[in-house]
């Protein structure tokens, strides 16, 4: 039997859920507006997930993390870009980026969890502190570059399937192309790798030219 009580007690827990929900929406807003640029709209839904109708570029490079405690992005229909900030995890970034996700020049970044599953492009050059690939989308509907990584050892994590071009210049201390994509639809860039020996297994994946 439902009682007066049950029916006040139920009453205040949605109270409470739609505050929390508010304020939710409320801190969501204000760190949006303080770290990003954002060039369309961007809605946040129930489960606090950002889908972003645009373009988006962070604008604070003191950032450390993509997101605050209250939301992870979603699905971005235009480019992503963090390139140059201080980022140290790209955990909370968006699942889904239609066009291109910049990640470069972010020399506290040690990983690419969290990337996005789907993209157009990819790009995580000159990041000095990352040693493989584990956590890069897994197809990339564009290219995939990752130049310039001083500490990359490994091309292990990388995608599978690469559209475009993929290209992995001038990092020193690369020493074998294990982990390479099975597909690359355009050329394939290992040159100026100084320890790296085995270009040859390039050849093996690409339908375009092999520059090592």
């Known amino acids: 039997m439902i009682?007066?009580?049950?029916?006040?007690?139920?009453s205040l827990l949605d109270d409470e859920d739609n505050l929390v929900n508010d304020d939710g929406t409320i801190l969501i807003d204000e760190f949006l507006k303080e770290n990003y640029n954002i060039k369309g709209t961007y809605t946040i839904n129930k489960n606090n997930e950002v889908d972003v109708n645009g373009d988006i570029r962070i604008r604070n490079d003191?950032?450390?993390?993509?997101?605050?405690?209250?939301?992870?992005?979603g699905t971005v229909t235009?480019?992503?870009e963090c390139a140059g900030a201080d980022i140290i995890s790209l955990k909370g970034g968006p699942k889904i980026v239609k066009k291109s996700f910049a990640c470069n020049h972010c020399g506290e970044l040690e990983s690419l969890e969290g990337a996005p599953k789907e993209v157009g492009g990819f790009v995580c050059s000159n990041?000095?502190?990352?040693?493989?690939?584990?956590?890069a989308p897994e197809k990339?509907?564009?290219?995939?570059?990752?130049d310039e990584c001083?500490?990359?050892?490994?091309?292990?994590g990388a995608p599978k399937y690469v559209k475009g071009h993929f290209s992995c210049r001038?990092?020193?201390?690369?020493?074998?192309?294990?982990g390479l994509p099975k597909e690359v639809g355009k050329n394939f860039y290992c040159d100026l790798c100084r320890e790296l020996d085995s270009a040859q297994l390039a050849y093996k994946v690409t339908k375009g030219n092999v520059y090592s």
Do not use: H
Not at 65 to 73: E, G, K, Q, R, V
Not at 127 to 135: F, R, T, Y
Not at 140 to 146: A, D, E, I, P, T
């Open 78 to 80: 235009g480019s992503f």
């Open 170 to 178: 001038i990092c020193n201390n690369l020493k074998t192309l294990k």
């Open 127 to 135: 990041c000095s502190k990352i040693k493989n690939l584990k956590g």
């Open 3 to 10: 009682t007066l009580q049950n029916k006040l007690y139920e």
């Open 150 to 156: 001083d500490k990359l050892e490994s091309l292990e």
């Open 62 to 73: 003191d950032l450390k993390y993509l997101t605050n405690d209250f939301f992870t992005f």
């Open 140 to 146: 990339v509907k564009g290219s995939f570059l990752c």
